[in-house]
T-cell receptor
Framework: NAGVTQTPKFQVLKTGQSMTLQCAQD?????MSWYRQDPGMGLRLIHY???????DQGEVPNGYNVSRSTTEDFPLRLLSAAPSQTSVYFC?????????????FGDGTRLSIL | GENVEQHPSTLSVQEGDSAVIKCTYS??????FPWYKQELGKRPQLIID?????GEKKDQRIAVTLNKTAKHFSLHITETQPEDSAVYFC?????????FGSGTKLNVKP
């Protein structure tokens, strides 16, 4: 049981490049989410999903796309990377949302945009 | 949307003392409040949570209290130890969206 697995762990991109951050969980969790963590600002929700085929926007969705074709996977796509997207990205999952359940986080992806 | 404020941003205590971190939220519809501990370079890890139908919850040295009327909740750590040193985040679940506080860096001095 690996929990929540994120790849890659580190990535450097040039402005304008696109890439996909991968997230997979093996706990059969319905709820999955993506956060970015910037210094002094805590975690901010980018997108979330309450089940396969269902996604919704979080607090800071602009510049990011998601899809949820399976229960296990929830990839995050950066369409055209910008320096403002330099951050640490965390994926999380839970057996929620009904009722609310604790979220389990992956190890994060450290992304730098030059 | 929801707004979660967390205080203080840094907290330094002597080993064995108690530490209290406070959070406020703006939307009375928020109904689930987890607390996470994050060590440097690591993932956030849940340490305790509380639902809106409960006023207090305790797990060994850690307790959380919730005041729904005032819209604030607090984390209490007793008998602090050096390994408690980390950044602590509160969060509020508002219609399946989690809003996090900006974090409290706790330093426990031996």
């Amino acid at each position: 049981n690996a929990g929540v697995t994120q790849t890659p762990k580190f990535q450097v991109l040039k402005t304008g490049q696109s890439m996909t951050l991968q997230c997979a969980q093996d706990m059969n969790h319905e709820y999955m989410s993506w956060y970015r963590q910037d210094p002094g600002m805590g975690l901010r929700l980018i997108h979330y999903s309450v089940g396969a085929g269902i996604t919704d926007q979080g607090e800071v969705p602009n510049g990011y796309n998601v899809s949820r074709s399976t229960t296990e996977d929830f990839p995050l796509r950066l369409l055209s990377a910008a320096p403002s997207q330099t951050s640490v990205y965390f994926c999380a999952s839970s057996s929620g949302p009904n009722p609310n359940q604790p979220q389990h986080f992956g190890d994060g992806t450290r992304l730098s945009i030059l | 949307g929801e707004n979660v404020e967390q205080h203080p941003s840094t907290l330094s205590v002597q080993e064995g003392d108690s530490a209290v971190i406070k959070c406020t939220y703006s939307d009375s519809a928020s109904n689930y409040f987890p607390w996470y501990k994050q060590e440097l370079g690591k993932r956030p890890q849940l340490i305790i949570d509380i639902r809106s139908n409960v006023g207090e919850k305790k797990d060994q040295r850690i307790a959380v209290t919730l005041n729904k009327t005032a819209k604030h909740f607090s984390l209490h750590i007793t008998e602090t130890q050096p390994e408690d040193s980390a950044v602590y985040f509160c969060a509020a679940d508002n219609f399946n969206k989690f809003y996090f506080g900006s974090g409290t860096k706790l330093n426990v001095k031996p």
